[in-house]
């Protein structure tokens, strides 16, 4: 069952911030293996959506679908088998989805990555984790096996995640982005992985910037950001932000 956090109402303004005309916008937060609550926010959607006049929806996925829960492969399964009818879909990257990348042609991430997760994608793929000691050779050992498990089609997503998404007065994006800088300047790393230089940061972005990444029990609604990471692979708490015209709502698992 989802709740509505509207910060005491149902609905409430966003100061200039507007979505685009005739459109109705959704962004779902990190997902983390929770193939389970992310069924359950569609389902919401798909309803929710129903009492909009707008013609036009877009679904967002802000990144991190996999690493933590155990279901990660079924979350990319679940993404690109059964979409939305009738939506738009954005997918962007996350930081967990750059570092599958990485382990892909290097096995020097591989210490950092199984230690936020990655090792839980790993085993949704049936690709067991190298025993502790087991040395590089392990490594690229268990490199090839993921290699050779890893469908095709996954691993073209992962390919084509995009980096940020506008719709509106809004910009969508994993991290965060760095204050002061164009954002056709910014860097990718910053794109991914940002947290406190953005996340303490009073500025005027010249947008709303949506993003995941940094945990909070409840979305996070600042002037010039919207934190929608609610740790789902370990609260159960899955966010989605729907945004039409200048107003807001909250979902939640």
């Not at 929770?34 to 707008?54: C, E, F, G, K, T």
């Not at 990257?93 to 997760?117: I, K, M, S, Y």
């Not at 096996?145 to 992962?158: G, S, T």
Request: proline share 5%.
């Amino acid at each position: 069952m989802f709740s509505r956090l509207l910060n005491g109402n149902r609905r409430s303004k966003l100061r200039t911030a507007q979505a685009p005309a005739d459109t109705r916008v959704y962004a779902i937060g990190d997902i983390h293996g929770r193939v389970d609550l992310l069924r359950v926010a569609h389902a919401r959607i798909l309803a929710d959506a129903q009492n909009s006049p707008a013609t036009r929806k877009v679904l967002v996925y802000v990144g991190d679908y996999i690493d933590r829960g155990s279901e990660s492969r079924q979350v990319i399964d679940l993404l690109l088998n059964e979409p939305l009818a009738g939506f738009e879909t954005v997918h962007l990257r996350g930081n967990h989805e750059q570092a599958l990348l990485d382990f892909l042609q290097d096995t020097a991430v591989a210490p950092e990555w199984f230690f936020f997760g990655g090792d839980a994608t790993l085993s949704s793929y049936g690709v067991a984790r190298p025993s502790p000691g087991g040395g590089p050779e392990a490594l690229l050992d268990v490199q090839a096996e993921f290699k050779a498990k890893l469908p095709e089609h996954h691993l073209a997503f992962y390919r084509s995640l995009g980096l940020y998404h506008h719709e509106g007065d809004y910009l969508f994006v994993h991290a965060g982005i760095r204050p002061g800088v164009p954002l056709d300047a910014q860097s990718e790393h910053d794109l991914l992985w940002i947290r406190e230089l953005f996340l303490q940061s009073n500025a005027d972005h010249g947008c709303v910037v949506v993003h995941g990444h940094t945990i909070t029990p409840r979305p996070e609604v600042k002037h010039n950001r919207i934190g929608i990471d609610t740790g789902a692979y370990a609260t159960g708490r899955l966010t989605c932000l729907m945004l039409e015209r200048d107003e807001r709502e909250f979902l939640t698992t």
